[in-house]
């Protein structure tokens, strides 16, 4: 076997392009044989110019026929052709009914092996699969192959100690803990209707059945009909902070059988984004008057939201699960920022291999998402996946480089994880699967993700204390 490093790299994009129009994968390879092996195939993603090798691989002809005979040995045994006994179908017979099959098979027993020994000789440390190309596959005849491959290249993250980012005050104001509280108690309130003849006022809800319709600059150039814009008693806060000010203007002082007709302007960051910096002229009927009537605030209350001795039990409890809960969001915020900072300050390379998996984990996250929410899985094979791959496509390469960064710095900085912060995450791991410990360190060992798992955690260190020191 012979194995030579052939670019380190100079293609330009267009060859690049060309060059991963011709492979077949192996160490995972995924090829599809069904033809004679002098070949060049197209499968993968086209690789980062700036992170992709090559190596060329011979192996020799007495491998290679050996390679063949231990297959087609294998064949001949599970075989089971009309007119032959288990076992004893010619050689001949079994090469061409299982042609396609054997060279695959063959391929398969023999590149992985010649291709780690090749990066090993290189000292070569791939960060993707091979794509396999100029496959040369015959019987009696040496196997050559060029496997690419994306590596991750050397860069300099010097002077990171110079990037400051500005962190908020992480203290919980009481303005927070009141608004939260109110929520919590709010919650727990109903809605009970006003029985006297009165007009809406603030802090009432109307209750209301609306229909909009939506006001078009140039009507003649739509080309589909709006979407029903109607409701059947909505409830709408007066004077409520997430009410928009027409509502408010409008039936402020109505009273119930008022029929009202008003124009809505909405803002151009509206949630909704069909209303999105329109206006609308509803058609309102005031069916009713309702009014949030609170339970009564005392340690029973306390009691029946958990496992609280009293009310003031509860809101001890509660302020120190949000003071702790801002501190970590303002961190991860600040992280978020000292990470943005970094990666616009250095050039980095980034494998294109890394980002399709980043893809991958955020369609899954997506995916699983949706499965809390309801959707079947009928409805999710109707998804448009190249369009959603390619919008995910920026955010995983900026996600990437971050990761690379952080993962730079730690080498720097010789931050390493113990077996105890490991076990430490395994076990919450465990509680959050229900899967004990030892089952679900060993799947993850199977799976290849455990060290992705101390990858992360690794992440999670050098993050904090770089926010300890730069923010």
């Keep these: 076997m012979t194995a030579t490093d052939t670019t380190d790299n100079n293609q ?11 492979h077949h994968e192996h160490e995972g390879h995924d090829h599809d044989h069904q033809h004679d092996h002098d070949h060049e195939h197209q499968h993968g993603p086209t690789l980062n110019p700036a992170c992709t090798r090559e190596v060329e691989i011979e192996i020799p002809a007495d491998e290679v026929s050996k390679a063949f005979r231990s297959v087609i040995k294998r064949y001949q045994k599970q075989a089971r052709i009309p007119g032959f006994r288990a076992g ?5 017979l079994i090469r061409s009914r299982f042609h396609d099959s054997i060279q695959q098979d063959v391929a398969d027993s023999i590149i992985p092996q010649h291709f780690r020994s090749a990066i090993e000789q290189q000292q070569r440390q791939p960060v993707s699969q091979p794509q396999v190309t100029d496959l040369h596959l015959h019987d009696g005849e040496p196997l050559r192959f060029k496997a690419i491959f994306e590596v991750l290249p050397p860069f300099s993250v010097e002077g990171y100690q110079d990037v400051k980012v500005e962190k908020p005050d992480a203290t919980l104001t009481d303005a927070e803990f009141e608004d939260e509280l109110n929520r919590v108690i709010d919650s727990r309130s109903t809605m009970e209707p006003v029985e006297e003849d009165r007009e809406l006022a603030d802090g009432d809800f109307a209750q209301i059945t609306f229909k909009g319709e939506l006001q078009s600059e140039n009507p003649e150039e739509d080309e589909t009909p709006p979407q029903p814009i109607e409701g059947q008693d909505v409830l709408v806060e007066v004077g409520g902070a997430n009410t928009l000010p027409a509502f408010n203007e409008s039936l402020r002082g109505a009273k119930p059988g008022q029929e009202l007709k008003f124009e809505v302007p909405y803002p151009e960051d ?20 309702k009014h949030r009537v609170q339970p009564e605030i005392n340690d029973e209350f306390a009691k029946e939201l958990g496992d609280y001795e009293s009310f003031d039990d509860f809101k001890q409890k509660l302020r120190e699960q949000m003071a702790a809960d801002k501190v970590r969001r303002v961190e991860a915020e600040t992280r978020d920022k000292l990470v943005e900072a970094l990666s616009e300050r250095y050039e980095v390379p980034v494998p294109e291999s890394l980002v399709q998996n980043q893809v991958d984990a955020r369609l899954d996250r997506g995916l699983r998402a949706l499965a809390a929410q309801g959707m079947s899985p009928d409805d999710m094979r109707k998804l448009d996946f190249d369009r959603l791959r390619e919008g995910q496509h920026d955010s995983a390469a900026t996600e990437v480089k971050g990761m690379l960064i952080l993962d730079r710095i730690a080498e720097d900085e010789k931050v390493e994880v113990s077996e105890d912060e490991l076990n430490q995450q395994l076990f919450m791991l465990s509680m959050q699967t229900q899967e004990p410990v030892d089952v679900l360190r060993h799947r993850l060992t199977t799976e290849g993700n455990l060290d992705r798992l101390r990858e992360q955690i690794r992440r999670e260190k050098i993050g904090k204390m770089l926010v300890e020191r730069l923010a």
């Design 12 to 22: 330009t994009p267009q060859e690049e392009a060309t060059a991963t129009e011709q």
């Design 88 to 92: 004893k179908v010619p050689d001949s």
């Design 270 to 289: 509206f949630g909704e984004k069909r209303l999105a910096g329109k206006t609308v002229v509803y058609q309102v009927t005031i069916n009713g008057i």
